[in-house]
């Protein structure tokens, strides 16, 4: 479906986003893992967390909605899974993909892996290799790396894994699967990335230590039920903060939004560019921080993004390399290879995308540079690759266009953002 975004003199209002999706995804899985009745609220209903839904419920886990946020998870407990008599499809999610990898390279029993056409061309050797480390047997396309996947798990022994990228699925891929592996398991990353499953794992009970530089969990540790308070998902309400950060005269805020530190890389930059952004009511929801994001327009000015901050910001890039076409001078994004392999190749498509609009931006090995102000231009037809984070970058560049853009396959959106295009409606 084509959408057609009308550029908007200036975002203003307040608005809520929906729940952030990886703990939306982690809050499914830890409970059907869990001894008891795990209660989510705040939940996503966006294809990549209804894909974990089903998923899960085809190993016998049942998982009821009380409402499209409100969801009950009745735990299988740590050995509870059962086979599944069909194909596990996880659609267009990769998180589904390698973190429901880790679980299932623990059972006894056999499952195949498969998604749609993006997910059977990212990387699963990062999860797979250290998987057959750990002893399970995995096969699949060029030698287990590529999905469709099969695995036979079981008789896991537990491993201490240096991972080579800093990835919160590898990690926590490593960590599930540690929980039915023989001793203690641990993984080290050369950059940190998002906390989620440590700080949801300890609000299941499980401890989650740190031993000469590895976050480390013991096998056999076991699950108990929690209540899970999901907060707004920080790259949701990114495309949001950027749209307001570069539209003249725009006050927006936006509630409830999760401010764990792994992941507030965008603000940082945002603020470092000189778009105010404010953090209210600051308070601790669950096991996550949150705060009430208030942000206006600033005059921007170009930055280099680079090293650690890259995982704290890694699904934000898109949309930051939009407030860049809007900034004074140059802004340089390195150390961002991974962007190559998340839905779409990432620093191609932005960099092809934004072109269409009249932007200076050169692709580089490893990120973007961009060199602004451009005045963005109208009339763009967008490809976005079924990559809702294009998608929504795109939008935010339409806002700020001199005319109108048409955004193709408008539907991959209500991967992450369900409601996307009324919400930009209503704080015009
Ligand atoms: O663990 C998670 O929930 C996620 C981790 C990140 O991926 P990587 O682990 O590949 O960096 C991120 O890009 C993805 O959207 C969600
Ligand atoms: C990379 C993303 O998700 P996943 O890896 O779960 O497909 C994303 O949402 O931008």
Redesign the pocket.
């Known amino acids: 479906m084509d959408m057609v975004i009308q550029p908007a003199g200036r975002v203003q209002g307040e608005v809520k986003v929906p729940g952030d999706?990886s703990i939306s995804?982690r809050a499914v899985m830890f409970g059907a893992l869990a001894d008891g009745v795990t209660q989510v609220r705040g939940f996503l209903p966006g294809a990549?967390c209804l894909s974990t839904v089903d998923c899960f419920r085809k190993m016998g886990v049942e998982v009821e909605m009380l409402s499209e946020t409100e969801l009950r998870v009745k735990g299988a407990g740590l050995d509870g899974l059962q086979e599944p008599s069909d194909i596990l499809d996880v659609g267009?999610?990769?998180?589904?993909a390698?973190l429901m990898l880790g679980i299932l390279a623990g059972q006894n029993f056999h499952s195949t892996v498969t998604g749609d056409a993006s997910?059977r061309r990212?990387p699963m050797g990062r999860v797979t290799g250290p998987l057959r480390e750990m002893g399970a047997v995995i096969d699949g396309r060029e030698d287990g790396r590529l999905a469709p996947l099969s695995v036979r798990g079981g008789g896991l022994r537990g491993i201490n894994y240096d991972s080579p990228v800093g990835s919160a699925?590898v990690k926590s891929a490593v960590l599930l699967a540690g929980l039915y592996a023989e001793g203690m398991t641990g993984v080290k990353e050369p950059e940190q990335s998002r906390d989620h499953t440590e700080r949801m794992l300890r609000a299941f009970g499980v401890p989650v230590t740190e031993q000469d530089g590895y976050i480390t969990v013991q096998g056999g540790s076991r699950l108990t039920a929690a209540e899970i308070e999901v907060p707004g998902d920080i790259?949701s309400a990114a495309f949001l903060l950027v749209a307001a950060a570069i539209l003249p005269g725009s006050d927006l805020i936006i509630r409830g939004v999760g401010i764990n530190p792994t992941r507030t890389g965008i603000i940082d930059v945002l603020r470092e560019m000189g778009a105010q952004i404010e953090c209210l009511n600051e308070r601790i929801s669950g096991d996550e921080p949150i705060a009430d994001l208030h942000v206006k327009a600033g005059e921007l000015k170009g930055v280099t993004v680079r090293g650690n901050l890259i995982p704290r910001l890694?699904?934000e890039i898109p949309v930051l390399a939009v407030a860049a076409t809007q900034a004074e001078g140059v802004t340089e994004i390195r150390d961002a290879k991974e962007l190559k392999v998340?839905?779409s190749n990432r620093i191609a498509t932005t960099a092809a995308e934004l072109r269409k609009f009249g932007a200076q931006v050169e692709e580089l090995e490893d990120g973007l540079r961009i060199t602004g102000r451009t005045k963005l231009q109208g009339g763009a037809v967008v490809e976005t690759y079924h990559d809702?984070?294009i998608a929504m970058a795109m939008a935010v560049a339409a806002l700020a266009a001199d005319g109108a853009a048409t955004i193709r396959d408008w539907e991959s959106v209500d991967?992450?953002f369900p409601g996307f295009a009324q919400l930009v409606q209503n704080i015009r």
């Not at 267009?92 to 589904?96: D, F, I, L, V």
């Open positions: 999706k995804h990549d267009n999610s990769g998180t589904t390698r997910i990212r699925q790259s890694i699904d998340k839905e809702h984070r991967v992450s």
